[in-house]
């Protein structure tokens, strides 16, 4: 038990006749003389706007590398960065990981406290445009979101091991501290108590809200700590009625809870995490397995359990989901006629790599591919655990995410059972021919001590290639130019397909160049456009790997409407106007539905198949959004069309199809204009000036209908919630009297692809 404050316990203090509030307030006085004083300490400012940010920033002297930390004013618990670059200020959004708390900004590396992602900044750039020099003065940092907080009386609780019904009323006090508040050590008081084995505390901390996923200073959730102090009863009441996960893992080293409990010889702490559904092979950032750490240490019960431990019987056999003869587009069409449901899934063969096997699913409207890898009898996907089965693979994603983007729920099942490839059954791997190590998230190496490395990738990682269509060099015959792309020339020319058919197309080339920097960005967005699917969206047949890499596209006859508009004003009006707005709104509403986020929506990438039929194009900047969140985050530092962006997307990097709607907004103000450039000569930073400060708006195009105008004025709602989905402006067209003929996919079921 550590010393407590004043020499005296809150069980001796209560008995002397000291009343709660009082014993309270003596923990409060005595942390508060504890806190920091330093101006460089007092970065936090708590519920600050962004112009109010920009204001502070400017009255402290705009200096290089000033910085402050700020509490969202909308959204509680929301956190960003401002900081002083050049002059200008930036801001970043900070990211909290819904899998462990941790704070990062960017792809950057995880950190359990504020204090410490801070610390790490001051070091050096590390990503951003520059290292945080000076603080803006504002207030300490809140203890609970520092990774070395302060002892409270909580802590202090728990450390006495104090009777439920006085720990009850310390929770229930209108001064009780923040439960999530990390104490001198690093740990919350439910890691303590954990750590402890105090059952009714941990359950009374957890009922309260204490959050179970908290990580301490070193990246362990109490359930490792659990494990450690050999707590079997703890492990089960987290695991069944806090609902912590087996399978999470520490920050730093990879372990997960198993690893523990094997590390220290804990067999009955093992036993419980199996028979709670727990992987027995995980992987810890070295690849070690908790087998590997029983056996180093010399564990032997333990090794003995991790040995002889035996799988619950899947519940699908390998007839209710593997596909013999079914290729990627097959799958995605069994996936799709069986409605896309969230975690229905098929496993099938790789064409790309034979003997291995696809498991493909879908989440949200979108499918997903997983390369499940074999090696020396062990089944796993990207840095999951090993199997020694598909089935027991399968069974265990049924069972928990664990990285995918949800549970498997439904199988796919084949229609001829008879007709099915023998799976590798059962078998025991020799535990000494290991797959090779997962391989770490490519963070940012930290030249900083005690910062928490992200050691896992929180999703695993759908594998693109193998959606991929390859074209064969010898099947296409190579045109004119017909533009230039950002990774070399677009060219046109025929592809003969593999009915023989002669299909005119465009080729997007990757020039030699761009090799390098560009392949992985070029693969990336084929694999987005290979699964799309509209009268709307320019069609992708393949890439051909020939001398150059080449996007082999449908070839959109007429180009660019941009450039069409510029080039014959007078040859189109109104009516094409609208139609076009109709048609990019229903190949948006289609994109949206399936997921997916554009990015780069403006009149540049819109493509005229005829004067009646537009196509959206250019999917170099878009993202399918990822489980869990509707939004996808940018990277610093890549092209950002600022004109076309929405405020969020510009502040914090944030785009959703909210965001595309603000670029349709945008987009049909071009058309209308007759494709004037959007804010005339307005540099990037006086167009948000002219958004937020000034709160203006694009003025109506001459001779643009009011009621266009007004759907514009709607796309450009400052709060994302308040715009238009792309569904109802589909529906907003689809309705609308002055579309009803026109050639809309969607508006006539015939037209419908
Ligand atoms: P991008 O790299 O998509 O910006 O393409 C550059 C230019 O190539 C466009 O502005 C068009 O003029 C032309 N282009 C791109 N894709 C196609 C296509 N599928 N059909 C016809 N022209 C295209």
């Known amino acids: 038990m550590s010393k407590p404050l004043g020499g005296r316990t809150i069980t001796a203090r209560l008995k002397s006749g000291e009343n709660l509030t009082e014993i309270i307030k003596h923990y409060e006085n005595y942390n508060a003389k504890q806190r920091t004083h330093n101006h460089e300490d007092l970065w936090f400012h708590q519920r600050l706007t962004r112009g109010n940010a920009v204001h502070n920033l400017k009255k402290s002297g705009s200096t ?184 999470d893992r520490c920050c730093g080293t990879g372990w997960v809870p198993l690893h523990d409990a094997a590390y220290y010889g804990h067999h009955q702490c093992i036993d419980m995490l199996l028979r709670h559904g727990a992987a027995c092979y995980p992987r810890s950032v070295n690849g070690e397995t908790p087998l590997d750490l029983a056996d180093k240490r010399h564990q032997t019960n333990s090794l003995l359990i991790l040995q002889r431990y035996q799988p619950p019987k899947p519940h699908y056999s390998s007839s209710h989901w593997l596909h013999n003869a079914v290729d990627r587009h097959k799958a995605v069409e069994l996936l799709e006629h069986a409605g896309l449901r969230n975690g229905c899934f098929l496993v099938r063969m790789s064409k790309r790599h034979p003997g291995q096997y696809v498991l493909t699913m879908s989440f949200d409207k979108t499918v997903f591919n997983y390369e499940i890898k074999n090696k020396n009898n062990w089944f796993y996907i990207d840095d999951g655990p090993l199997f020694s089965s598909l089935e027991y693979l399968i069974d265990y994603y049924c069972r928990c995410s664990d990285g995918l983007p949800a549970e498997l729920t439904s199988p796919v099942t084949p229609f001829a059972r008879n007709d099915l490839p023998p799976v590798p059954g059962p078998s025991r791997p020799k535990m000494n021919e290991r797959p090779p190590a997962p391989v770490p998230s490519n963070n940012k190496p930290s030249k900083n001590h005690g910062v928490i490395q992200q050691s896992y990738i929180p999703g695993l990682l759908p594998n693109p290639s193998d959606t991929l269509e390859d074209i064969e060099p010898s099947s296409i015959v190579l045109g004119r130019e017909l533009g230039q792309g950002e990774f070399g020339s677009v060219l046109m020319g025929v592809w003969t397909n593999p009915l023989g058919k002669k299909v005119p197309v465009a080729l997007k080339t990757l020039h030699g160049e761009h090799i390098n920097t560009g392949e992985a960005e070029f693969e990336r967005e084929a694999g987005v456009m290979m699964g799309l699917n509209h009268l709307c969206i320019v069609k992708l047949y393949g890439i051909c790997r020939g001398e150059t890499m080449m996007m082999v596209q449908e070839l959109v006859a007429m180009g660019s409407a941009l450039d069409y508009i510029l080039d014959y004003p007078s040859a189109v009006g109104q009516a094409d106007f609208k139609l076009w707005g109709a048609q990019i709104a229903s190949g948006m509403n289609y994109l949206e539905s399936k997921g997916f986020v554009h990015r780069d929506l403006a009149l540049r990438n819109i493509l005229l198949a005829s004067k009646a039929l537009v196509k959206i194009s250019d999917f170099g900047l878009s993202r399918a959004v990822g489980a869990g969140s509707n939004y996808y985050k940018a990277s610093a530092g890549g092209r950002w069309p600022v004109k076309w962006y929405a405020p969020e997307s510009i502040n914090y990097g944030t785009f959703s199809s909210s965001s595309d709607v603000w670029s349709y907004g945008i987009t049909l103000w071009e058309i209308f204009s007759k494709g004037e450039q959007p804010y005339g000569t307005m540099t990037g930073a006086q167009v948000i000036q002219y958004i937020e400060d000034d709160k203006r708006r694009l003025i109506r195009p001459e001779g643009c209908p009011e009621k266009v105008y007004s759907i514009m004025l709607q796309c450009w709602a400052y709060n994302p919630k308040e715009r238009p989905t792309f569904l109802r402006l589909h529906h907003k067209f689809r309705s609308d009297p002055d579309y009803f003929n026109m050639e809309v996919p969607g508006h006539r079921d015939n037209l419908d692809s």
């Open 64 to 247: 290089q590398g000033l910085f402050l930390v700020r509490e969202s004013v909308n959204i509680k618990g929301s956190f960003v960065l401002s900081l002083i670059h050049k002059g200008d200020t930036q801001h970043f959004q900070i990211t909290t990981s819904p899998h462990s708390g941790c704070f990062s900004i960017d792809n950057g590396p995880p950190f359990v406290g504020l204090d410490q992602l801070v610390h790490f900044y001051r070091t050096g750039c590390n990503g951003l445009p520059t290292a945080l020099i000076h603080a803006c003065k504002g207030h300490t940092v809140p203890a609970f979101l520092q990774q070395y907080g302060e002892n409270t009386i909580i802590h202090q609780a728990v450390d006495e091991g104090i009777d439920t019904a006085v720990f009850n009323q310390i929770l229930n006090h209108s001064n009780c501290p923040h439960l999530n508040t990390r104490n001198n050590s690093g740990r919350t008081a439910l890691h303590e108590a954990a750590a402890r084995g105090l059952n009714d505390l941990v359950l009374e901390l957890y009922k309260r809200g204490a959050d179970v996923k908290t990580r301490d200073a070193e990246g362990n959730s109490p359930l490792h700590l659990a494990c450690r102090g050999d707590h079997a009863e703890t492990c089960k009441i987290l695991v069944k009625h806090c609902f912590s996960k087996p399978q």
